[in-house]
């Protein structure tokens, strides 16, 4: 069973920056989609970026393209968001999520939390204006 722990959320001002992690564990499959949602009070659990780790597949949501960086460290089964310029509105719960192997349509629908088996349980972000 695949587990997935998240760490690096915090309080921060607007426009400063945090890094998210993703410690990963019993992993069965050598390749895995991975990806990191966010989740704010009333709204739904949105796609922020993605990556499959057998390389050449990266994703993010419009709201973050230039701000937000996913990267990953395979020796280590870990999952990295680096988050610059923060916003106000980044503020949310953050998850990672992961599902084996590469489905062809993950590669079109990366942001929809129904792509990814497994989840961690997130780690809050809050960002001050």
């Known amino acids: 069973q695949v587990q997935l722990v998240e760490s690096g959320g915090g309080s921060v001002q607007a426009g400063g920056s945090l890094r998210l992690s993703c410690a990963g564990s019993g992993y069965t499959s050598s390749r895995y989609c991975m990806g990191w949602f966010r989740q704010a009070p009333g709204k739904e659990r949105e796609g922020v970026a993605a990556?499959?780790?057998?390389?050449?597949?990266?994703y993010y949501a419009d709201s973050v393209k230039g701000r937000f960086t996913i990267s990953q460290d395979n020796a280590n089964h870990s999952l990295y968001l680096q988050m610059n310029s923060l916003k106000p509105e980044d503020t949310a719960m953050y998850y990672c999520?992961?599902?084996?192997?590469?489905?062809?349509?993950?590669?079109?629908?990366?942001?929809?939390?129904?792509?990814?088996?497994?989840w961690g349980q997130g780690t809050q972000v809050t960002v001050s204006s």
């Open positions: 990556l499959w780790t057998g390389g050449g597949f990266t």
């Open positions: 999520a992961a599902e084996p192997g590469l489905p062809p349509v993950w590669l079109s629908r990366w942001y929809e939390r129904s792509q990814y088996r497994f």
